[in-house]
């Protein structure tokens, strides 16, 4: 089992269906980024393209692991894009709401200028994985966390930022089972690290309201390198801004979510 | 005539209908921020809520100034939150999708933690006028700058960034006719500044692909100071981050738009 294969739709006309597999799971919901990128599949489907380059999602009611139907609408098709809003429903009740535009990320043109830098931390061999680091606090691990293999610098600040600083996580990331990153799990791998604020506030539970994902490029085979901000809480409400950077030390993505802390 | 005007919505059932006005065109076509603001209005209405807190607008077809119709549907309405989507449709065609999820501002319950810092500038007054700048440099003036008065730092590097350095604007806004900025307006104030990259690339079009804003708070009357960063271009598509700040310092809009660099 991999993410191809966990992710993948059928068509059963005139829907899209799919089987959310619980290896996906958060508690007993499927982890948003998972979600996300099982919608993106059957956005990509009807729209005919290859990769998606902004994705939206809003959640609004988790579904469980089983089948799903997604309803899609190819709301404009283009020469260069195609516009596509799809809903996840489960149980005669829609889930997730995803817009999206797609293209073709290998056959653009255009300038380049990046003055963004990748974040500095070690290797990821002199990091420590999330995994031994959660098991070794005696936390619970939710099964998600088992899909990937997710490494923090031993200095890492997470879960006790300095006065002034930002609520922050960067790591390393792949899948645990060898399957190479591509543009679709590039929006998995937007949703894939723990909150920022896990562990800085007495947070219960900090549900994603929204999540956009940016895509430029198709990653590079390897490990992304990843990096999560909270810049901006007020009453509750926070964004998380990601950038994620591949072996080549490229940006492949951006991301941010707008999440509500809920308490504990 | 004001924003609030500009921007009004009526029920023709089963559709919103508005007039745009073509004080807000650049060139023959309405700005994207004030095409979303109308569609915003509609979706408010609709929700029965207060605030935008997270929209996020595709722009498909521009539309020209005169009538449109904005076809919404509440897609949830929860205790808290309501998600509504719309389409503002012009001769029968979509322009514009609009998904967002709207609630109270006034009403929010939850930990404030700001880590991030308004940018440093000098005072409105010690700042020069957009409008006049253009007018020196003998370029044309698009209609809606005239809606607003913006004011740049007299050393912005914006147009000449140094090797390594972001595309990058800032400066002071407000709408040139008195009226007060506001949680709505601010999603217009977030597509108002000049392109980052404008000047600095031979550049000639940058259309938005798509905008996202997320709402914090209801600004406090007086200046917003804008700041917007592009960091990230890649073979022609590139982000622009904004953060809107009000008169009182606090943050009260984060957005970011894709948008994609066509020659000139």
Redesign the interface.
């Known amino acids: 089992m991999s993410f191809e294969e966990d992710t993948a739709v059928r068509w059963d006309d005139p829907v899209w269906r799919a089987d959310l597999n619980p290896r996906w799971n958060v508690g007993n919901n499927p982890n948003g980024g998972y979600l996300l990128a099982v919608a993106v599949r059957a956005m990509l489907a009807d729209a005919g393209r290859e990769d998606p ?2 994705v ?1 999602a ?1 959640y ?2 988790p579904p469980v692991g089983g089948d799903v139907e997604i309803r899609t609408e190819v ?2 098709s283009g020469k260069t ?1 195609a ?1 596509v ?1 799809a ?1 996840v429903v489960q149980a005669g009740r ?1 889930r997730v ?1 995803v ?1 999206g ?1 797609f293209g073709d ?1 290998s056959d ?9 830098r990748p974040p500095d931390i070690p290797p990821p061999d002199e990091c420590a994985s999330l995994l031994d680091l959660t098991r070794q606090a005696g936390r619970a691990v939710p099964e998600v966390m088992n899909r990937f293999d997710l490494r923090l610098p031993p200095d890492s600040p997470w879960g006790r ?1 300095g006065e ?4 922050e996580i960067t790591g390393w990331i792949r899948f645990n089972d060898g399957t190479q990153p591509s543009a679709l799990s590039s929006v998995a791998f937007a949703d894939a690290f723990p909150p920022t604020l896990l562990g800085a ?1 007495a ?1 219960g539970w900090v549900p994603t ?2 999540l ?1 994902v ?1 895509v ?2 198709r990653p590079a085979p390897g490990w992304l390198l990843g990096t999560f901000k ?8 926070m ?1 998380e801004d990601g950038e994620l950077w591949d072996s080549d030390g ?2 492949v993505a ?1 991301s ?1 979510q ?1 999440a ?3 308490g504990s």
């Open positions: 380059l902004s939206t809003h609004l009611s709301f404009k894009l516009n809003s809903s829609e709401r817009v535009v990320l653009r043109r255009g300038p380049t200028r990046i003055s963004a930022p002034g600083d930002p609520f506030l947070a309201i929204e956009t940016h430029r490029a909270t810049r901006v809480l007020v009453d509750g409400l964004e490229r940006p951006l941010r707008l509500m802390v809920l």
